[in-house]
């Protein structure tokens, strides 16, 4: 079947923009207290139109790359400096009005003034899980009201899981922003991982029909990915994020310091989002990462914050160019079909979600060579990292072909009936996203993993 | 207290605007089946961006008036003319790329083309009620299909009444499209009344992050106001409408036929809305309605096919100018704090919406008075005419002054705790939306409608 492929070419080395604009979150709440309207004549319109915060987004889009690391100081050191605290590593995610900052850095959750800066209003609910909260939910509480006395803070804990991204869960959230008598003016901070922050943006999208919102990722998985881009939602039972919203946050704030409590497993779940960055358009960076593996998977601070920034940066640019996924974002999927097959086949929460990915990795890559459209050098190196990083590389042996078919059939990127999949094709850090590929390679791959 | 009131002045009567743009849907989803993306060299970006349907609202917002009627003919005759189907009326809802036509006719249901040309893709969900679906949901089905045999329509049925429109409720419509297996390109089709468009139109906001949605509004209360402007959404057990989206439709299509099966008291209920039109911004609308309300009680279609549109014209220039509510579409909720405490306070769905709507808009009239911002003139003739519309001027009995405080303290217009309300100030037609009042007018006027 021939490709009708079209091709789009990016830098793969995401570099310093000169003309980034700062950040600029939009407030749409920092209005007069008193507004009168009147139809006795024409005349003054409406200064402030509700609007405004969308405008220039395309412009956004058109200007092309818009990441950049305003720092030049490394992101961490081995060894906190005792002259006071680091400044972080800024990089923009570019979307015009509702641009926003993502802090990259070590100790950052002691510098009260990075956060406070975005919080709006007197009031902050703080969404946590009951596994971060008893580590880490007074350290915020204090960096959100360190010398800010009119600040106050409540917070919701939730059972801690995947299994719990649910609209039973989501709902003790709304239940406490409304008990709280929470108004437009607060802010919603999640703290935790990507299901807090998936959950937490989506309450923070629909409460009052939308309050800001701050992301405190906890976890390599949401470092790296899932806290940046504004895809926020829950799951159905029958399948993963189906319910959502886009709705991007006020700012990222990623204090490297909390991955140090982080499990094992937790740590090597992350990396496949790592790796998926390399493969599908940064080849450098696949190519850092098979030298430095060993070094990520011992925590060597340096090797994760340079990891956790080049993959900030590669996620930044492609929400700038595409937030609501009309084509490019699409390829931040790569192997999340099958992967996303594996969580709800499985029961949500058996596997972590990058150890699914990793599989759903490995799968979209064989079947990329099964259609004559990448090098094995490609899959051996692909088994070779994800095993590097003790991560699965085949799908769980109670997965059969019909239980990926039928998930796969509710997949988003299913459109007019049609599955597209995200695909390597060409040199390491090429890819496509397509419903034109030969359906017997699919056939064929799921049958060479799964048990039919 | 002196009024820091900023004066906005909008004209009363919308007037027709030769340049107002014809609707231009924004379809994120005609994209190419297949895009590819390379890291090898810079080069081409992509050249569609996600955001592209944000572009221009603020323009939208800054050049004022956007009403436009693109028909010169008579809304609706009491006849049907035998020489073939009427043209509506045409409303728009100026919003940049997402502007969108409210279509207003006798018979539009029976002209396929007005609403087939908004469906995106092959596949629809009408989202309805079983008090409507033996009525119109075959009519509805047959419009959609008619002569288009590449789509196929899928329906579900929810219980009729405000007290299903929760979260619950909201799950069987992402039941049905997920086990449907419907996509991204999907269209919902929301037909019914005020509870059906909200829910159908979150339900569109948040299935995959958003779908298109179409909004065939069955009740004046629903033609008249909420099938408009994009609010959508659904109540918490402790308020109305806390959790939700803005999220505007592809169209609007107003059959004003449907209203020959609609209970009395459910017409009574949208006229509330009718007079709240004229009140807060169009006091020549309001002298009509004191002249016409015999009419329109009685469904003389002419009066009511004028009130529709009128109504809707007003709706689509306050939406216009301030989408998401940063100030003037606030005015549209003038007795709604009241009106959402009655709802509430009975447990939804004991009073209409426009009942309590009505009570609440002759407290608000009351304390206006009280504040010395208007004549006793005005409250006479508010107190008539919705007595002639057979709608309640008072809260029901069971009403204390505590139900009241307790339930508008979660209202959507409370800012870092203050109690912002729309009130009438000057003369018939005017109006402010402050927290700059006398909150011993606000004790007065419960104090003197409901026991403490």
Known sequence: MASTAHAFRLSASPKPSSAAAAAAPADAFLRP???????STGGARLRRSGGACSLSVTAAGAAGLKVRASSATPVMDKSKSEAGPKAPTIVDVDLGDRSYPIYIGSGLLDQPELLQRHVHGKRVLVVTNDTVAPIYLDKVVDALTKGNPNVS???????DGEKYKDM?????VFDKAIESRLDRRCTFVALGGGVIGDMCGYAAASFLRGVNFIQIPTTVM???DSSVGGKTGINHHLGKNLIGAFYQPQCVLIDTDTLNTLPDRELASGLAEVVKYGLIRDAEFFEWQEKNMDALIARDPSALAYAIKRSCE???EVVSLDEKESGLRATLNLGHTFGHAIETGLGYGQWLHGEAVAAGIVM???MSYRLGWIDESIVTRVDKILKQAKLPTCPPETMTVEMFKSVMAVDKKVADGLLRLILLKGPLGNC???GDYDRKALDETLRAFVKS
């Open 33 to 39: 207290e008193t507004l009168s309207f009147c139809s």
């Open 153 to 159: 803070v409540d917070h919701v804990i939730l059972p």
């Open 168 to 172: 039973d869960t989501l709902m003790k």
């Open 222 to 224: 949401s470092q790296v």
């Open 314 to 316: 590669n996620k930044a």
């Open 364 to 366: 979209a890559v064989d």
């Open 432 to 434: 496509v996203f397509s």
